[in-house]
């Protein structure tokens, strides 16, 4: 299948952190969600596929282009969203429509005045005026009313209440519905990644943890519930992680491997989220 | 570019009404006591402006975001350039018509007084714009004060000193042309700075 996005023995070093995206790619017309804990490197990934940072060593292809920085063409097909990056605080959204009119080759001033009256938004509120929430529909409006074939989102939905997440939600599902269509979507808010993402990617500490189908990935764990005195029941070799609690301890297992005595648990993503770094991302 | 201008055209129009003023204030001046600091003040207010727009880029995220835009970062430089240029002409233009309606009308006061401001502003561009694109408007804010001070002082002792007289009659030419390659190069350290900047926070 061919990738959207592809990193190859990418390194970029800030200070003492260091993030390393050794083999990692985003599949053409799929969505693929990045979920790690703050300081884990997703903006600092995100702003490298954009060109806002570049890489000490390796490859990034992003749409094809390996100089994403240079290549204006390519940004053109791009609509994105990235933590503190923003449009002029004082222009409204009709003035940003009128600027941007001009920028993209493509550029939909009907999808976006659509969008703008979807997401109830003043066209002549000053942008500072706006909550975070109005923010993020303002940059998303811009993002997806230009024919971008390819949508970088950084927290897109963090701050937002949940009818918000949810519209927002919504219209990126409408969007990817186009195979030619691709997201690559950062959160801390896993139950969005969960309902939106075909691939999930877990980033931690700079380093890619996993990297999966998200439908085999919660398919293929399942959580199993026993008391401190059952423990010795369980083969310790097919624990992947555990977690105590005052009266019982969960057990986080592949599905195959669980004794027919014990009931397994369908996962969320979030807790298999937490019990994999629990266990040190053995898998 | 030309929505890079028009973006800073929606910012400027929301905010050079107070700044405006003081401009047109000290071109009055400039042009009733035939002083030149007044002259200078009239074309630094108006590059202040042109300042003010890079300022309020880096304080919104601005100048990161139209980097991920379809723009490329040499057009990102040339359109605040241009827009500094815009600032000067505006100003001569202004001394031009307060010294035409209330000053002395001479050819060579009216010559003078332009290539004055037009040195000056290129100067003034040149010696600010790659550190504050490089370093960010707050980080240089020392720094391009200094450089006005210095430059409005070496300017009114120049022009009032013999270098200035009528045995120097090509002097209001050459010390533009001489400003207009510094500026020049000004550009080309600009658009490399820039070109290379990386966005790890704003």
């Not at chain 1, 301890?249 to 027919?260: A, G, N, R, S, V």
């Amino acid at each position: 299948m061919e990738h959207a996005i592809a990193c190859t023995n990418v390194r970029k070093k800030l200070g003492s952190f260091s993030l390393d995206l050794e083999n990692f790619c985003v599949q053409k017309g799929t969505v693929h969600g990045l979920i790690g804990a703050n300081g884990s490197g997703k903006t600092t990934t995100i702003k490298l596929l954009l060109g806002l940072m570049k890489q000490d060593e390796g490859d990034i292809s992003v749409l094809s282009s390996s100089a994403i920085a240079q290549d204006a063409d390519t940004r053109n097909r791009i609509g994105f969203i990235v933590d503190d990056a923003s449009v002029p605080s004082m222009l409204n959204p009709k003035e940003m429509g009128a600027v941007l009119s001009h920028v993209y080759s493509e550029w939909d001033a009907t999808a976006y005045s659509k969008l703008l009256t979807q997401f109830k938004l003043d066209q002549k509120k000053p942008y500072r005026s706006c909550s975070r929430g109005m923010k993020v529909k303002v940059l998303l409006a811009i993002a997806l009313s230009h024919k971008a074939s390819l949508l970088i989102l950084d927290e897109p939905t963090s701050g937002l209440d949940p009818l918000s997440r949810d519209e927002i939600l919504s219209l990126l599902s409408d969007y990817s519905k186009d195979e030619e269509h691709t997201i690559f979507i950062t959160s801390h808010i896993t139950s969005d990644l969960e309902k939106l993402c075909d691939y999930i990617t877990v980033l931690d500490d700079g380093k890619v943890r996993l990297t999966e189908e998200k439908d085999a990935l919660l398919d293929s764990y399942r959580l199993v519930r026993t008391t401190h005195s059952g423990l010795s029941d369980f083969d310790p070799e097919a624990i992947i992680a555990k977690r105590e609690g005052e009266f019982q301890i969960e057990l986080l297992m592949h599905k195959e491997q669980i004794p027919t005595f014990a009931e397994p648990i369908r996962i969320t993503l979030e807790e298999l989220v937490i019990m994999l770094a629990k266990g040190g991302y053995r898998t | 570019m030309k929505a890079l201008l028009l973006k800073d055209w929606y910012l400027l129009r929301k905010r050079w009404g107070i700044l405006f003023g003081i401009v047109l204030l000290f071109s009055v001046l400039a042009g009733a006591q035939a002083t030149m600091l007044y002259t200078l003040m009239s074309t630094m207010m108006l590059l202040m402006i042109s300042l003010n727009t890079l300022a309020y880029d880096q304080h919104d995220g601005w100048d990161a975001y139209v980097c991920a835009l379809p723009v490329s970062r040499a057009q990102l430089v040339l359109s605040k350039y241009l827009l500094a240029f815009l600032c000067i002409m505006i100003s001569v233009v202004l001394v031009l018509i307060s010294t035409l309606v209330l000053g002395d009308r001479s050819a060579e006061s009216l010559i003078g007084n332009a290539s004055v401001q037009i040195s000056f502003g290129f100067i003034f561009v040149a010696c600010n714009f790659p550190l504050i694109l490089k370093f960010g408007f707050e980080k240089s804010r020392v720094y391009y004060l200094v450089v006005a001070g210095v430059l409005i002082g070496l300017t009114s002792l120049v022009s009032q000193s013999e270098l200035a007289s009528p045995t120097f009659p090509a002097l209001p030419f050459l010390v533009p042309l001489f400003a207009l390659l510094v500026v020049l190069g000004s550009l080309r350290l600009s658009i490399f700075l820039v070109k290379n900047k990386e966005f790890s926070e704003t």
